[in-house]
């Protein structure tokens, strides 16, 4: 009994012992202040806390020093902002095209159909043509002037109607030579009507094969007078009408020459159709048909001429100088589309490498854009003799041009280009392919051989110009 509860003691004590053991080992391991720590969450939350808790307060500081501290003086608030005006958006817009403009032209365009693209809105917006590469024999010609400027070296360009010699400006020439054909049928119908058909219709081909077409009937009565069927034309024909009737001034032809509209039955068809058909009249005269047809192969169209405005000036230091109008510079839609070709051309070129045989060949095609051209010749004595060419004309016009003003025209002489090159009368050559256009000045010598005989037989050559040019002399301002 004693040893039980002897047992039961011991048991009791070990037991307690080991939860002492226990206890102490936790105390160990977990030190008293580490329950107290705080997370880094709780960290991040008090150092938020701190920062807006805003600036601090010393002890020896009231209330109202720190309300005053927290509520420095404020700047005064400023007005909203208003939107641009209409004007400066305006000029933004500009100042921004015009410098996408730059950038486009400095690194050119990317591929061939960009280039078509700025091609074509280049040809849309131009309307004149202003400054090109400088050639040999061509002067530096300024931007063109208003007409009537008292400075133009020319007042423009003016053409002489061959019908009635009047003189027109460039956009009168059309209008009144038309007018002066339609008023020729009053006096001579055949010329008149030869004369509608060159001019009226543009399309020179469909004229040549309609004019073909025609001679082939004249020449079937010619030489078939007995045959009836070929002294009637049906106005109906498919060869009519696809070759004659479409062209104007035919009809006018037909009936001038002796031909009369009649209806006639057509076998197979109830209604009669119409026909041209040979007067007995002009039947009994065959030589009139053919006077009439070598007269229809043989003509041209009717265009004005262009006026040369001869003028003589005196001596001058300005001889070089020239103010030319717009006249020089516009295009024709013809002439637009000519350089458009000439562009495209220039396109298919871009990505191909190029001899200087080509470039220089090119340079040259890039003064075709020119389609008159200003000369001015500079006579031994000083004086100027100018004239207005196409750029197209040979340099046999020119020639000829200064000997008609020559008081000595069979006189041979010699015209030089700036730097002394010499432009011979035989070269056949056009003043643009010569670098003459827009302008140039040249100088007039006679052939030395001549003038070496003339001198050695005590002789001195007649005045340069004629006697009715000197009188009517201007000078050049």
Known sequence: MQCLQLRGELVALATESGRATEMRLQRTERPPWASKAPSAREEFKADIKFKSAGPGQKLRESVGEKAHKEKPNQPAPRPPRQGPTNEAQMAAAAALARLEQKQSRAWGPTSQDTIRNQVRKELQAEATVSGSPEAPGTNVVSEPREEGSAHL???????????????????QRDACIK????????????????????????????????????????????????????????????????????????????????????????????DPEEFYVLSETTLAQPQSLE????????????????????RVFQPSPLASQFELPGDFFNLTAE?????????????????????????????????????????RVRLPDGCLLQGTFYARERLGAVY???REALQSDWLPFELLASGGQKLSEDENLALNECGLVPSALLTFSWDMAVLEDIKAAGAEPDSILKPELLSAIEKLS
Do not use: W
């Open 153 to 171: 070296a020319v007042p423009g360009v003016y053409f002489t109607c061959p019908l009635t010699g009047a003189t027109l400006r460039k956009d």
């Open 179 to 270: 007018e002066a054909i339609l008023s020729h049928f009053s006096t001579d119908p055949v010329a008149a009507s030869i004369m509608k058909i060159y001019t009226f219709n543009k399309d020179q081909d469909r004229v040549k094969l309609g004019v073909d077409t025609i001679a082939k009937y004249l020449d079937n009565i010619h030489l078939h007078p007995e045959e009836e069927k070929y002294r009637k034309i049906k106005l109906q024909n498919k060869v009519f009408q696809e070759r004659i009737n479409c062209l104007e001034g035919t009809h006018e032809f037909f009936e001038a020459i002796g031909f009369q509209k009649v209806l006639l039955p057509v076998q197979d068809q109830e």
């Open 291 to 310: 006077r009439h047809k070598e007269q229809l192969l043989a003509a041209e169209p009717v265009r004005a001429k262009l006026d040369r405005q001869r």
């Open 335 to 375: 002439e637009i589309k000519r350089e458009q070709r000439l562009r495209s051309e220039a396109v298919e070129r871009l990505s191909v490498l190029r001899t200087k045989a080509m470039r220089e060949k090119e340079e040259q095609r890039g003064l075709r854009k020119y389609t008159y051209t200003l000369l």
């Open 400 to 402: 000829g041009f200064v």
